[in-house]
């Protein structure tokens, strides 16, 4: 620094206001300090600036899983989100959703340095107990029951699911038959749960309760289960993968979609409107999710009062070409 002030003829002090981007410097002068920079091959330390303010301008994401949807999505938008707020992203993926495990991603972070932590913790913990994180970090909860110990971000599960359901009723189906996500997962508890009460508001018993894994594979046996049911003519499933096994799984089985077996999905993933049939499905806004758990990382580093307890970004379905209305055949009857 102290030679980039002799090379430019100015303070070092000077120097220093030109590296932190104070705008008092007048442009003539920051000229002369930056020809001088680039001449001399000097590049300001941000590392031990970072250190001496306190800010080091990046976010640490800690995440369950790297292979469902909806964590890819929401930890690309917070990715985004955080690049336009002048921040980077370092992430920690967990092999084991346990105590020990989110502990010791903490303990990396706060080695690493960061500045709020953003938490994808889509399941339950494997191991008993709740779970303790640090007092002194600032920390935004994705997906996940934190009741109101944190600021927690998640789309509107229940509303969406309770959303494909009355659709398919709207569409004088007797019953909504549920091919529901794994048990450790909070999404798929919140749709089940929607799924089941939305039926019971109408007086009708839910039929007997599928599950998968999320994946195309899951969806594929339980749709061959669902085609053997003669009672079954409309399927809520928990996300689009698992639907699109079920839409093959009926196609296999000599099923008709949707004028045998209406389909919903859940998520709205960008290939589902090339299904065949085009997939209804309750559509998810990541981008949204990753946006607001940014906005109150930042406006906790800011020292706002940021409230505890959960913030919901709203669903919508979009209705395509698998779900119609209910039609008798005489296969069924």
């Not at 009460?197 to 046996?221: K, N, T, V």
């Not at 079920?246 to 993933?269: C, N, Q, T, Y």
């Not at 806004?285 to 906790?300: I, N, P, S, T, W």
Request: with cysteine; aromatic share 4%.
């Amino acid at each position: 620094m102290a030679d980039v002030a002799r090379a430019a003829g100015v303070s070092s002090q000077t120097v220093s206001r030109v590296s932190n981007g104070d705008s008092a410097v007048i442009e003539a002068t920051r000229r002369r300090v930056l020809d001088a920079m680039k001449e001399l091959g000097y590049r300001p330390n941000s590392a031990a600036r970072a250190l001496k303010r306190g800010d080091f301008r990046t976010l640490g994401v800690i995440t369950t899983s790297l292979s469902s949807t909806g964590n890819v999505r929401t930890l690309e938008a917070i990715a985004t989100n955080a690049s336009r707020a002048g921040y980077a992203v370092t992430l920690i993926p967990l092999d084991a959703p346990t105590r020990d495990s989110v502990t010791g991603a903490f303990t990396r972070l706060d080695e690493l340095a960061v500045d709020a932590v953003v938490l994808i913790m889509e399941v339950h913990l494997l191991d008993t107990g709740s779970l303790i994180l640090p007092p002194h970090v600032k920390v935004v909860v994705v997906d996940s029951d934190a009741s109101d110990r944190f600021p927690v971000v998640d789309t509107d599960q229940h509303e969406g699911a309770r959303a494909a359901v009355r659709h398919l009723l709207d569409l004088e189906h007797h019953a909504v038959w549920h091919l529901a996500g794994p048990e450790e997962s909070f999404a798929a508890t919140r749709r089940a749960d929607a799924w089941e009460a939305a039926l019971r508001e109408e007086g009708i018993e839910p039929p007997p309760l599928l599950r998968g894994d999320w994946s195309p594979e899951s969806g594929y046996e339980a749709g061959l289960r669902l085609a053997r049911e003669p009672e079954c003519t409309a399927v809520f499933v928990a996300n689009d993968q698992m639907a699109l096994g079920v839409l093959r799984a009926m196609h296999d089985s000599g099923k008709r979609v949707p004028e045998d077996v209406s389909v919903v999905g859940f998520d709205d993933i960008p290939e589902a409107a090339s299904f065949i049939p085009p997939l209804t499905t309750v559509h998810q806004d990541f981008a949204k999710v990753g946006e607001l758990c940014v906005d109150v990382a930042l406006r906790e580093l800011r020292g706002e009062n940021v409230a505890d307890g959960t913030r919901l970004v709203p669903t919508r379905l979009v209705v395509r070409d698998s779900t119609a209305a209910y039609q008798p055949s005489p296969r069924r009857a």
